[in-house]
């Protein structure tokens, strides 16, 4: 008997019906396999890290002291109003000095001003305006209604502007008031521009009013620890409780439920285990107020990231998180020394000047060990360029890595170097790793990276974008 029409329908049904039965089981056992292991997952969920950064200058909590003086004769008004806002804003609790208790005092901070000039003139401009310029009657020729039309056109109008410029120039030193130890001579800038329709010039010691604000915010500003937001992937699977926590900023909380995870058994899993540890330490370090605690934390973070990278090589986020907290202990071991030699400094003045020193000054605050020293800084011999050598990349540091060049030249050459075209990716970070480049190499290629042409990731997107938009009819027909 010939199969007929029918039978072809049903069989060919009961095919289409194993097919998808197939393709939804198969989805099943992936989505449960990603919920059950550790990782980032495939929708990846972020956290943020607010990274703090030490001050570049050191400055101890104590009362600070203005004195605002200026051989210019127009500058006089204006002093009164620098002094009280430098006291103000420099003055603590505005200040963190981010360290333990000083023998300072008191500061003494000194404002010159050198230079000062404002001017404020109107003037008469023209510009192009589409506006109604009048308005006409039309006539319905069926029913003989009139009605009225408003007329627009382009026309050009005049318009009175006040611009006003203002520059001020000042130099600054804060000095320990007993000793007369310098913490920081510099010269400050501050400059005014604005353009705005009156008929009415501003008078110059509104404009000099508007200067010493804003020289006052610079100094502000570069005595205060600096910010910024930095996103971190969130591992999933049984960690999600913790990532919950470190999404949220919770970090003691992430902390315990880290703790009461067990190991897990693939090494691979433990890693990002090991890997949230490290993110809770590290944002505890940038909430601290006290550098020698934050130094602490950020080497336990860098550790536990350390650890991370050793159970799963080819995770490159894990490097790219251990040499963050690097680059952060750094800073603040490098602040914590100015401090200690600071203190140091001034206790031998004190002796030098027949005074005996406080008890703190025996104890001045110093980093537990030296910062990392690069090659390039002061009092090391200059390492010559290599010639021959163009862009520096990727390929050619693991080349002089492989043929057993020094670090510390490599170091060199990169800070060196105008031209440095590093794929510092995660993925890349993990290759660079594997292919024994060291911690304090990776760290002189993010500092000295040379920023990227623009039009260059632009063409890449388009271009990946039009082969998609070729592509993609083809999966939708299929």
Known sequence: MRPTLLSH????????????????????????????????????????????????????????????ESPRADAQPI?????????????????????????????????????????????????????????????????????????????????????????????????????????????????????????????????????ADRLIGRLAWRYQPGTDSVRVLLPKGKLKDASRQLEEGRWNMALELLRAAAEFTNPHDDAFRLYGFGLAYEGLAYEQNEAGVTVVLLRRAAQAYADAAQRKRDEGRFIEARLRALASAAEFTAFLNRAGDF??????????QGKAPTAAADQPATATTPPATTAGTQGTPRVPLYKGVGKLTNKIIVRWIKAGVPEDEIVTNI????????????????????????????????????????????????????????????????
């Not at 009657?137 to 209604?145: A, H, I, L, S, V």
């Open 9 to 68: 329908s049903l069989a060919a049904n009961a095919c289409h019906r194993l097919f998808q039965l197939l393709i939804s089981l198969t989805i099943t056992l992936a989505v449960s396999a990603v919920a059950v292991a550790q990782g980032f997952g495939f929708f990846k969920t972020e956290g943020r890290l607010v990274r703090r950064h030490p001050p570049g200058v050191y400055l101890p909590v104590a009362p600070l002291v203005a004195q605002v």
């Open 79 to 211: 002093l009164p109003r620098l002094r009280i806002g430098l006291e103000r804003a420099l003055n603590p609790p505005n200040r963190q000095s981010l360290t333990s208790a000083s023998t300072v005092r008191t500061l003494r901070l000194t404002c010159t001003i050198t230079r000062i000039n404002a001017s404020s003139h109107t003037e008469m401009r023209t510009r192009s305006e589409y506006k109604k310029t009048g308005e006409h009657t039309e006539t319905d020729p069926t029913t003989n209604e009139t009605r009225t039309v408003d007329d627009y056109g382009t026309v050009s109008e005049d318009y009175w502007v006040t611009v006003s410029d203002g520059e001020m120039r000042s130099e600054i030193e804060i000095r320990d008031a007993e000793t007369g130890l310098l913490f920081d001579k510099t010269a400050a800038d501050a400059d005014y521009h604005n353009e705005s329709e009156a008929q009415s010039p501003l008078p110059a010691s509104v404009i000099y009013d508007y200067l």
């Open 343 to 352: 203190e140091a400094a001034r206790k031998q003045a004190l002796l030098a």
């Open 415 to 478: 800070t060196q170097s105008r031209a440095n075209d590093f794929d510092l990716s995660p993925a890349e970070l993990a290759r660079l790793k594997q292919a024994g480049v060291s911690d304090q190499v990776l760290l002189a290629m993010q500092g000295h990276q040379t920023p990227r042409q623009p039009g260059r990731t632009g063409r890449l997107v388009f271009g990946t974008a039009l082969l998609v938009l070729q592509v993609l009819p083809y999966f939708l027909a299929f």
